[in-house]
């Protein structure tokens, strides 16, 4: 015979939710996140250069996958205990929820203190370190990374601007680091259309290797095609580069 009083907790497990409260919360909180998408992102304002992607997975969710890659890609280039530089972090989503797993230590970076603030509140974790840095002006925080993952970024930069970070980024590669990002792939006519940020954008895979062979000798590009939510298709470049 039990003689101790059951705890809340257990007290909780003896309720039986019902379906149709788990489906009608599961709306609301899809409501809430199409919202966020609207006004944040929306047509008519200039929302943050980077992207909350609690949206893609409470609202975009099964129908834009492209975003899952950065989480999953740089993966099999990590191995546990490795050193990661997260360069233009955005929202931090996929250092902590992808990165942070494996990595021993990770530098995530970006210039926007919104995006770090964002990052340190939903997205912290003890092996992230979230730094406030324009990587044009200021130097990188650590000397040798195992793993620098850029994604969604080289695009943000014009020409000049990305020859003084991606010899930052040279001078902490050893002989086995790994830079891996990517781009979107704009179609011609589309070209500065896009993310008001957007410097840079290249239209097919032969621009883009011509653009990175002024640095690396050792260099892979994979593209991969998703349609997404509202119409039309999304093609992103995903680079690996090695040996500077
Ligand atoms: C499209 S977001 C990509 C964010 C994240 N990597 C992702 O995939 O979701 C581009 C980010 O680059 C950052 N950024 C642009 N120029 C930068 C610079 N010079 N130094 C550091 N961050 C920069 C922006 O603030 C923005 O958060």
New binding site residues.
Partial sequence: MRLTPITMEERIALIRIPKWLADLSLKVNRLYYKQLLQYRYGARQRG????D?RIDLYFHWPHNLF?LE?GIFPRKEMFEGCAVL??????G??SRYFYSTIAGTIDA????PL?IKHAKYWHCHPKINYIV?????EELPGSHYDVI?????IE??SES?YAV?IERIKSVMGETSVLIG?TPLVSSECLEHG?W?HKNEFASVEPLKKFLCHDFTDIQIDVTDYPVLGGGQRRTAYFTLRHP
């Fill in positions: 943050p250069a980077w992207f992607h975003w950065r997260d360069l233009f972090c955005g929202d989503f996929y970076i970006d210039k926007d995006a840095a324009d990587l044009v002006k993952v850029w994604f969604e970024g943000h930069l601007e970070v990517s993310n940020e």
